[in-house]
Structure formats: C-alpha cells, structure tokens
C-alpha cells in the first residue's frame, strides 16, 4: 500500500458565518476512488482526506495496490475519518459513507463515520441554493464550473476513466499510471475543499437548521443531528460527540424548557416552548431564561419576544442559536 501525505499553502475555507458554526470542530473534506460502483462487487482503492494545517491544507491518501491491501487501507482510512468531529463530502450521504461502511462490514470491521456530522455539498446544491434552475446537472463537476473552479483541475478524467486506469495499473504498474490515479482522487478532494464555497450560495443558517450543527462548551462537543418548529415549540435532537466529563441520565423538565439526555448513547432532545397565533411563533426570552447579544438583535426581537416564524419565514439563525444555549444551560445544570 502507498501512503501519500502532504501539505499545501491554500487555506481551508472559511467566512464568519461558517466559522460560528465549525469553528471549534475537527473538520475534514473526503472522497474515495473504487474499482466498481457495487460495494458487494468492488473494492475501496484510493482514500483521500484533506484536513486543515497550521498555514493551509493536509491531503492524505491511502492507495491499494491490490485485493490484499483492502483491509489495511480500511483501517488508515477509518482511523483519519473517524478523527472528524464533521466531514464534507459531494454525494457522500448516497455512495462514499455506504460504501466505505459496507467495505468494512465485508472485512468484519468497525463502522467508520464514528457519530460525526455529515454535510453533503450535493445536498446543499440541490435543497439550499438556485442552481438545480441555472445548471443542467448538479454533477461536481458543473458546480465547479459554475463556481468558476474547473480552472483548478490539472486532472482531467472521469470516474470510468480511473477505473480502468487502475485495472490497467494491476496488469502492469507503472510511475505514470500510479502519478494519474493518485492525481485524479487529490484533485477531487482538494475541488471539493474549494467547493464549500458553495456555502456562500446558500443560508448557511438553514443549511445548519436542516442538516447539522455542532455546539461546544468546554471540551464538550454536540451534534445537533437536526430541528423544527412542530406546532408552537422549537425541537432538536443530536449526540454528544465528545466529553471529558460524564454524560449522565438526565432530564429537565420546567416552564422554561425540556431537555432530555441518554447516558447509553449520548442522544439528547429538547422541546423549547414558544407562543404562537395566526401563522407567528415566537419565543419568550425571559421564560425560556437564555441570553446573547445575538438574540436581541435585529427587528425579529421585540419587548422580550423573538420571532421565530411568520407565514412561510423562518428565522434560521436564531432558532439555531436557542438550541445551541438551551444545550449548554443544561449541560451547567448536569455537571454543577
């Protein structure tokens, strides 16, 4: 097996928006090169992972020279993507995070993805911008495009194309073949990192509402796993990641909120309680008993009231950051 493990100048992407919601959290970019697209059939025969680094990017890679080598790639794979608290991927959901976790069931092996936050891009194009109407296909490629990215590539061949490239490599391996495989995963992973500006397309604030956000405190880490408005309360649920403290069984029940956590598997829910009538729900601040400068901002606060939706509107942005106080108040009240 062939480990290639650099380090690039470019700078991982970032904006205020995004900083606030991953700021604190063990980020990584990934994709995976196979000899077929059945996981029953195929094999996993490049793994690329680019993380952020002191002054740029990490790109590592782990390139299988055959059959044999599979389950050793697993296990380096696993290790480096079971690191992220939140990994960033285009279709992943769909194909890469299936396949990498079929292969290691194949192998009798720990599922990787170890209760990290998965954001898939694709989902993002698709659900959170305008561009299934301005693109004929939101394949990675026409995004890059679009995003003014394709510039980028120095690697210029498909997915097919690299299956059989590696099929070739096997029967007879050769520096330029191997040269071209590994090009072709870095490049996509290294688009892939220059993708998330596709985030600036979107409202990052409902992106996180929908799919994911993380919520520190301390050396605590929560995945909000997702959120809604049902009705006249503010739902979420998620896990906890990490802590050094225990994770104890607790509940709180009161006027101000309800929260519930699950020592067994560190899942957690909570219902905060809001008033609404006539297609308006909003939150009373001062019940609820949570601050921040943020939630008092702007013209949806009023006379100790936050909207949260009116008609059709919903305010993302606040809805998240009740969840992420509402959380770390009752992780105070479990561990004072």
Known sequence: MRIVDEHYDEAFYTSEVFERYFGDARLAVFDIETSGLSPARSKIVIGGALTPDVGGCRLRQFFSEGAHEERDLLALYADVLNGADVVFSYNGDAFDIPFVNARLRERR???????CLSIDLYKVARNFTGLRGKLPNLKQKSVEDYLGLWKNRTDRISGADSVSLYYEYLAAPTPDLL??????????????????????????????FHMGF??????ALLIVEGARLKGNALEAWGRCLRSSRPLLEHSL???????????????????????????????DLDGLGLEHPRLEDGAAASDGFLTLKHRSWLNYEKANLLVGLALKKTLDLMWR
């Open 214 to 219: 993380p919520v520190s405190h301390g050396d």
């Open 253 to 283: 029940y009161g006027e101000a909120f309800q929260a519930f956590f699950r020592e067994a598997d560190g899942s957690f829910a909570l219902k905060l309680p809001c008033v609404g009538a006539n297609g308006l729900v909003a939150a």
């Open 179 to 208: 040269r071209r495989l590994l090009l072709h995963n870095s490049d996509d992973v290294r688009q892939l990192t220059r993708l998330l500006r596709l985030l600036d397309e979107a409202d990052m604030h409902a992106v996180a």
């Open 109 to 115: 092996m720990e599922a990787a993805f170890a209760g």
